[in-house]
Nanobody, 114 residues
Framework: VQLQASGGGLVQAGGSLRLSCAAS????????MGWYRQAPGKEREFVAR???????NYVDSVKGRFTISRDIRKKMLYLQMADLKPEDTAVYYC?????????WGQGTQVTVSS
């Protein structure tokens, strides 16, 4: 199994980005998946999760701005980010669970300028 995140970049405050995560070897209909982020000097934090049922959860700071989704057939996980703020600047990681084991992607940098 492998996770490959992409889609990060530099964007102005108020802009949008869509992160993608290719989840090879995963069965997304059975695998809880999520996005985490780590800002410089801070701990990695939870951002969003999508359960195997499709139910989504978000950290309060991104509710109403970020949307997690998946394409089961393509084995892709997405994070649509809107109204980005400088405090959203971080390396974003996708995480997946397969057969009781957690796997992490390599991270993609998101930088939001004010």
């Amino acid at each position: 199994v492998q996770l490959q995140a992409s889609g990060g970049g530099l964007v102005q405050a108020g802009g949008s980005l869509r992160l993608s995560c290719a989840a090879s070897g995963f069965i997304l209909s059975a695998a809880p998946m999520g996005w985490y982020r780590q800002a410089p000097g801070k701990e990695r934090e939870f951002v969003a999760r999508i359960a195997s049922s499709g139910e989504a959860n978000y950290v309060d700071s991104v509710k109403g701005r970020f949307t997690i989704s998946r394409d089961i057939r393509k084995k892709m996980l997405y994070l649509q980010m809107a109204d980005l703020k400088p405090e959203d600047t971080a390396v974003y990681y996708c995480k997946g669970n397969s057969r009781g084991h957690d796997y992490w992607g390599q991270g993609t940098q998101v930088t939001v300028s004010s």
